[in-house]
């Protein structure tokens, strides 16, 4: 089946630490995207990658680095600069040859302890 | 004033009921609409995706799009309790590849069809 896949589904992370969320897709998309989603704030892009190593800053990319090392693959590590992690975090992708959207994974939340 | 302007409702419709979901938006610059539906701690799924003014239809859902007042609508015929859930409009300007190309959403309504 082809889709989009992050795990783990929930994380726990203690204050100071730093983690990685994976994010892998088989769809043969070139852009790449995560999303942070918080109750009542909607969807906040944290980065974006359109082509292999290749990847920029979105809206709220402090605290965040992300990699784009295999078209499949793009981890976002969260990390101990980002002061407040606790949320629902989306990874999408979308192929330039098709319409013009975006196909979202399942999600990951993150709890700090 | 915020790009996207999406009610958060919760809105509270008994099953069979037509809903009408809306959104506004003020850059006219926008051409691609889409609505996604998602359900509690799940990742958003596209539910229907128009280009620029006009109708789309797929099954009970009907997207409307109106360039000109800069509003959407998605409606769902014959409303079912599995259509509980949050709905996202999102809205693009630039076709794949274009700068920074990332969706405007809306924070999404929250739908409940009482059975």
């Known amino acids: 089946d082809g889709g989009i896949t992050q795990s783990p589904k929930y994380l726990f992370r203690k204050e100071g630490q730093n983690v990685t969320l994976s994010c892998e897709q088989n769809?043969?998309?070139?852009?790449m995207y995560w999303y942070r989603q918080d109750p009542g704030q909607g969807l906040r892009l944290i980065y974006y990658s359109q082509i292999v190593n290749d990847f920029q800053k979105g809206d709220i990319a402090e605290g965040y680095s992300v990699s784009r090392e295999k078209k499949e693959s793009f981890p976002l590590t969260v990390t101990s600069a980002q002061k407040n992690p606790t949320a629902f975090y989306l990874c999408?992708?979308?192929?330039?040859?098709?319409?013009?959207?975006?196909?979202f994974g399942p999600g990951t939340r993150l709890t700090v302890l | 004033q915020k790009e996207v302007e999406q009610d958060p409702g919760p809105l509270s419709v008994p099953e069979g009921a037509i809903v009408s979901l809306n959104c506004t938006y003020s850059?006219?610059?926008?051409?691609?609409f889409m609505w996604y539906r998602q359900y509690s701690r799940k990742g958003p799924e596209l539910l229907m995706y128009t280009y620029s003014s006009g109708n789309k239809e797929d099954g009970r859902f009907t997207a409307q799009v109106d360039k000109s007042s800069k509003y959407i609508s998605l409606f769902i015929r014959d409303s079912q309790p599995s259509d509980s859930a949050t709905y996202l409009c999102?809205?693009?300007?630039?076709?794949?590849?274009?700068?920074?190309?990332?969706?405007?959403f809306g924070k999404g309504t929250h739908l409940i069809i009482q059975p």
């Open positions: 999102a809205m693009s300007a630039m076709y794949s590849g274009g700068g920074a190309d990332g969706l405007t």
């Open positions: 850059n006219s610059a926008f051409q691609y």
């Open positions: 769809l043969n998309h070139d852009a």
């Open positions: 999408a992708s979308r192929s330039r040859g098709e319409r013009d959207t975006q196909y």
